[in-house]
């Protein structure tokens, strides 16, 4: 079991020292772990975000255990080194094009959601978001027009095989679950989005079981915080998934508890907390490291198949939440150090 460990920026090294604790505690034969820099840390020590020894030791490895990126130190840099360049050049070197991002509400946490507990206690939803597209990944820049005036300009575009692809990530998805897949597109505005919509459509025809329905991003955002009750599997681009994924995270309690997978055609991923690097709390141990110990139960199910593991951890931190373990960010005390514990105790 190679798992590459790249703890990054801001609270990403608190959290993932918390996940790999969590991890070893497994006593998993074969557990090999190699960690290396990434992000602004890794250009701060050697003038590239994702340095080839990184990105090799990535590469080779069965999975991937990541922090998060971003650094405010790093905004004035170029945008080819820049922190968060290493995520996205991870998912498009490794061919991560599958992000799995769950949201579902934890029993205890209903007055921490944003929304009404009524509301919030139905949700039990799976963003699949596509990672290797979009305007994350089309051409761009700033161009000054013929009047003098400057243009900042990006490309969003997808290519029919790259929305097949996803489709039938998130038509599989809903398989194992409660059979409904919602496509969020902007086919009222977009062309990229109607190509969108006409490929989910085509790929539907392999999935007569899965109920399909396609919903506007604006009306899919206000549905969200309305009746997040009625999604079940949401798949959607890049950029429309990095929204809902934020957003959904809200309504179940807080940002620190969203884990999330990114899966290539093989086995191997990557797993980090869609949270960020949040340099207003780092090195303070203040952050929730839950997302990313609930990112390694991710990593195990899906790059090792070790389903029993993956729910003996998920197990623990929901009794460590439902016993009140909680941290600054669900209006609790506890630190990274002792939420980590408490998960361990229970585990
Ligand atoms: C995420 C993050 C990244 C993204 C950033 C850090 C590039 O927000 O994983 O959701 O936009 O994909
Ligand atoms: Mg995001």
Redesign the pocket.
């Known amino acids: 079991m190679k798992i590459a460990v790249l703890p990054g920026d801001g609270i990403g090294p608190e959290v993932t020292h918390e996940a790999v604790r969590v991890l070893e505690a497994l006593g998993l034969p074969g557990l090999e772990l190699t960690a290396a820099p990434v992000g602004g840390a890794a250009y701060k020590a050697s003038g590239h975000p994702l340095p080839a020894e990184t990105l090799a030791i990535a590469k080779a490895a069965d999975a991937i255990l990541f922090g998060?990126?971003?650094d405010p130190d790093c905004d004035g840099l170029e945008r080819s080194l820049r922190?968060?360049q290493a995520?996205?050049g991870l998912?498009k070197e490794l061919g991560l094009f599958a992000?799995l991002r769950p949201a579902k509400l934890f029993k205890g946490l209903e007055d921490a959601s944003a929304l009404r507990p009524e509301v919030s206690s139905a949700i039990d939803l799976l963003i699949v978001r596509e990672?290797n597209g979009d305007v994350?990944f089309g051409e761009k820049g700033i161009r000054t027009l013929p009047d003098g005036r400057r243009q900042g300009w990006d490309m969003m575009a997808y290519a029919e095989d790259e929305v097949r692809r996803i489709a039938h990530v998130g038509f599989r998805a809903a398989i194992g679950r409660r059979n409904k897949l919602c496509s969020v597109d902007k086919a009222n505005v977009l062309e990229t989005s109607q190509l969108w919509r006409d490929v989910v459509i085509e790929v539907s025809a392999d999935y007569p079981e899965v109920e399909l329905s396609h919903m506007y991003v604006d009306n899919a955002a206000m549905q969200l915080v309305r009746n997040p009750g009625q999604f079940d599997v949401m798949v959607t681009g890049?950029l429309f998934g990095?929204i809902l994924?934020?957003q959904a995270s809200m309504c179940v309690g807080s940002i620190g508890l969203l884990a999330?997978a990114s899966l290539s055609e093989g086995t191997q991923g990557l797993y980090?907390p869609?949270h960020?690097s949040a340099p207003d709390i780092a090195g303070k141990g203040l952050a929730n490291p839950m997302a990313t110990v609930l990112s390694a139960a991710m990593l195990l199910r899906h790059s090792f198949g070790l389903e029993g593991e993956a729910a003996r951890i998920e197990a623990a931190v929901a009794r460590a939440l439902a016993d009140g373990a909680r941290g600054a960010d669900l209006g609790g005390s506890l630190g990274t150090v002792a939420i980590a514990d408490a998960i361990l105790e229970r585990l």
Do not use: H, M, T, W
């Open positions: 998060a990126v971003g922190p968060e995520i996205l998912r992000n990672l994350y890049n990095d994924s934020d999330s980090e869609i960020g």
